[in-house]
Structures are given as structure tokens and as C-alpha cells.
């Protein structure tokens, strides 16, 4: 469903990602980990086609988005970390809009389907601006979701949000990935990895140090303890 394959990227002489390549497969959820400038989010928005590859190259559902970008953004929604929206928009009336640019035929439909999925019926008539952070989070996740693609990539989903409202957005992620889409999520927060996650790559100093499953990862610490893992996997790398 995805595969990265050896991406690289430069900035000047600075080299960000190193050669990162892992694969997510149908209903399954990837925690992409590292510590603060490991390189993740330079990773993801090359994926997304949002930031050229110095080398290297991601295939989404077949299309590669270096050389078949219109065909493999189609296939694929994007949550970055802090969204933007048209915070004087009503809910409902950003995601017509969003669902207008995806030049999806039938716009109500897919307004009133995602709005249930996203669990916002109670704010689809306020503007974005009242909404609490959940809610708007949630706006974005739906924006995210409304073309029902096949790959979801989320940068920090649940990051600032209340307990409950970070179960909230765990809870439509396990959905997603049950209707048999393909998920990597960027997260710091280790407990969202048991929460979610069915695969994990962990990344620093924009090398991959690991790829596996969360049981494997716990299994390097005798105690089974991801913070340890991660810490010591990480020890050193991208202060």
C-alpha cells in the first residue's frame, strides 16, 4: 500500500534523512518515532510530496509520488502538526469546501458521512474559530479523510490534547485502519504506541534505527519498558 525507498534529503550540507525505506501495508498502523530533529516530519512531507527528495522515492498505491504526484496524492490524506483551516468557516462549510478542491461529485454526502466518522455533529454549525483544540483537530482529521483515501498520514495527531479527547482521535485511527487503510502516525507520546500501533520505525539523526512490531521493540528491555528502548536507541542523537 506504501513503501518508501531510500529517501535522502539535503539541505545545503546539512543531510536531514539518510537513506530511510520501510513499507505499511493494508490495516496496518506504523508509529514513526524519534526524538525532536530526528528528521520525521522531513520524512513525512517527502512522502506526501510536500518537499522533494534530494534521492530516493515514495510509491502510494502504486504511484510513485516523485513522478506520479497528481495520481499518488489522490490515494493519500495528510493531517500535518497544527493543520490550518479557515477559522471563519463553520465546520461543515470547510469541509464542503475541501470536498469542492477534491472535485468529489457528490459534496453533501461526503460532507454529512465524514462528519460522522469525525464524531463532529454537535459543532458541524459553529465556525472553527470557537471550536475547542479537540474539535478542531478533528475538523482537520475529517479534511484529512473525506476522499476516503487508501494511505493516511498523520503528524502528531493527538499532541496537546485532553485524555479524553486523545482517545477520542486513537479510537477513529483503530477505525480507519480497520476499513483497511494504510496509517503511519508521528508521535513522541510512547503510550500511543500500545494504544495504536501494529508496526513501529524509530528515527535519529535522520537514520532508521528500528523497524518491527511494538512487542519487539519492548523486547530490548528486560523489563519491557518502551521509554527505556527509545531512550537508549536514541541516546546521542538530534538533541
Not at 530516493?56 to 513522478?67: K, L, P, Y
Not at 471550536?131 to 495527531?157: C, N, W
Not at 513522541?188 to 512490531?213: N, P, Q, R, S, Y
Request: proline share 5%; aromatic share 6%.
Amino acid at each position: 500500500m506504501l513503501e518508501v525507498k531510500n529517501l535522502k534529503k539535503n539541505f545545503g550540507d546539512f543531510v536531514a534523512v539518510k537513506g530511510v525505506s520501510f513499507t505499511v501495508g493494508e490495516g496496518e498502523v506504523l508509529g514513526f518515532l524519534g526524538p525532536n530533529g530526528a528528521g520525521k516530519s522531513t520524512t513525512m512531507r517527502m512522502i506526501t510530496g510536500f518537499l522533494p527528495p534530494t534521492s530516493g522515492t515514495a510509491v502510494i498505491d502504486g504511484h510513485d509520488i516523485t513522478t506520479d504526484p497528481i495520481a499518488a496524492k489522490a490515494c493519500l490524506g495528510y493531517l500535518p502538526e497544527a493543520a490550518p483551516s479557515y477559522r471563519a468557516m463553520t465546520v461543515r462549510e470547510y469541509l464542503a469546501f475541501i470536498a469542492d478542491v477534491r472535485g468529489l461529485k457528490d459534496i453533501a454526502k461526503s460532507v454529512a458521512d465524514v462528519i460522522v466518522k469525525a464524531k463532529l455533529e454537535k459543532v458541524a454549525g459553529q465556525t472553527i474559530e470557537t471550536l475547542s483544540k479537540g474539535y478542531r483537530q478533528r475538523t482537520a482529521f475529517a479534511a484529512a479523510i473525506i476522499h476516503d483515501p487508501k494511505v493516511l498520514i498523520m503528524d502528531e495527531p493527538t499532541d496537546g490534547l485532553d485524555p479524553n479527547q486523545k482517545f477520542t482521535v486513537r479510537e477513529m485511527i483503530k477505525d480507519m485502519a480497520a476499513q483497511g487503510k494504510a496509517i503511519i502516525i508521528s508521535t513522541h507520546i510512547l503510550e500511543e504506541v500500545d494504544a495504536v500501533c501494529t508496526k513501529v520505525v524509530v528515527i535519529a539523526d535522520g537514520e532508521k534505527k528500528f523497524d518491527g512490531t511494538p512487542a519487539e521493540l519492548k523486547s530490548q528491555d528486560p523489563g519491557g519498558r518502551l521509554d527505556v528502548v527509545f531512550r537508549n536507541m536514541t541516546k546521542g542523537e538530534a538533541k
